[in-house]
């Protein structure tokens, strides 16, 4: 996916939320999200829109000092789902308005003002994903969507520690995670796409090329699982992820990678 069609996932998958949240009792609790209702996953996305703009219409170059901006936050949960959809056509105007191949600080790998956009985008998707659960619905995520939002996340995790302080621990003497959907051709092999090897080293961690020795462990399933289970989501342990190799290794892998 390209930074264009991100910016139109934006709009699509908040419009996803609104529809899943606007006739709900926004009281309803959000189990992926402890202590959080409804109304405080809404409010929490709105916000990260329209920080995540702001961050785009100043084009920042360093990190900034604080988080603060201007919600105009309705009086009432009831207000939460059409601000939502506001703040979301203010980020579009914002995405149009911006060279988003242009240089911009950015907490991640891509330090580029489209790495704002993306992060958006997965950010929405995946508390879409809370807001149905939360309900006792499926979320549904198209494969293209979830392969691109799996990348996003383990290309990226290796800078999170900031606000995830976990990760700074996924350490290793050279162990390899191998992440393989299921679903799509060839189930992942070949052209690159719905296939992540993972290197923990004693100094770090990151997504590596393939090699010959294959991975100390390794975990399948369709890209959206994937996508909802690297996210912390869905357990590890259920029917919907064939796991073999090195457990220790998972296991520690989980207990330190989800934000």
């Known amino acids: 996916m390209n930074p264009v069609q ?6 699509a998958e908040t419009a996803r939320f609104v529809a899943t949240v606007k006739a709900a009792d926004l009281s309803t609790p959000v189990p992926s999200c402890p202590g959080w209702t409804l109304a405080d996953l809404t409010r929490h996305t709105g ?9 785009l219409r100043r084009r920042v170059q360093q990190p900034p ?20 959809t506001d703040g979301a056509a203010q980020a579009a105007e914002v995405f149009a ?9 950015a907490w991640g790998l891509d330090q580029h003002a489209r790495f704002w956009v993306r992060r958006m985008l997965f950010e929405t998707l995946v508390h879409r994903a809370d807001a149905e ?58 052209d690159g796409s719905g296939d992540w090897l993972i290197r923990l080293r004693p100094d770090g961690f990151g997504p590596v090329a393939d090699d010959t020795t294959g991975p100390d462990a ?18 590890r342990e259920s029917d919907a992820f064939h796991s073999e190799g090195d457990r220790d290794l998972l296991a520690h892998w989980f207990a330190h990678s989800a934000f």
């Open 97 to 105: 308005a911006t060279d988003l191949d242009a240089p911009m600080w």
């Open 218 to 235: 390794t975990v399948r399933g369709t890209a959206a699982d994937l996508l909802l289970l690297l996210y912390g989501r869905l357990d």
């Open 65 to 84: 000092a604080g988080r603060e901006v201007d919600l105009r936050l309705p009086e009432h949960p009831d207000g939460y789902p059409d601000w939502l």
């Open 6 to 11: 991100h910016g139109a996932a934006v709009v």
């Open 133 to 190: 659960r939360a309900l006792g619905l499926s979320p549904r995520i198209d494969r293209d969507l979830a392969v691109d939002g799996i990348d996003e996340f383990l290309t990226n995790l290796p800078f999170a520690s900031l606000f995830a302080p976990r990760t700074a621990e996924l350490r290793a003497p050279d162990r390899t995670i191998r992440f393989r959907c299921t679903d799509g051709d060839g189930d992942g092999d070949g």
């Open 47 to 55: 916000h990260v829109h329209r920080w995540f703009t702001e961050l």
